[in-house]
């Protein structure tokens, strides 16, 4: 298990830094979030889920099922849209609303 970072869509604001357990996320040269050595992910999504600009996805390797699919999140006030995108491109969304998150 391991995220992936899109360089292209970080503003290298720094919350997925803030949020990493492992200390695993840094900036480079550009001022992007980076991770060096993915597969030290411990695999938390930490990261994705205080990524507000979506570019952080969270890699759903064999091992999970996932046959290859990435997992991104987009916030929209309480609610949270998982987006699992499998290497065929088919898109799958499921809606969290965080108020309900505790209630399981």
Same mark, same amino acid.
């Given at each position: 298990?391991? /995220?992936? /970072?899109?360089?292209?869509?970080? /503003? ?10 492992? $200390?695993? /996320? ?8 980076? %991770? ?8 938390? !999504? ?25 997992? !991104? ?10 987006? %699992? ?7 799958? %969304? ?8 505790? $209630?399981?």
């Amino acid at each position: 298990m391991s /995220i992936r /970072i899109q360089s292209e869509g970080c /503003i290298g604001c720094g919350r997925c830094m803030e949020v990493c357990p492992g $200390n695993l /996320i840094k900036k480079d040269e550009n001022g992007k979030a980076c %991770i060096r050595r993915p597969q030290d992910c411990w695999g938390c !999504t930490s990261c994705i889920k205080e990524c507000g600009v979506n570019a952080i996805g969270f890699y759903l390797g064999i091992d999970m099922g996932g046959r290859g699919s990435v997992l !991104t999140v987009e916030k929209q006030g309480h609610i949270c849209h998982w987006r %699992i995108e499998s290497p065929e491109g088919q898109v799958r %969304i499921i809606d969290v609303d965080q108020r309900d998150s505790n $209630n399981y």
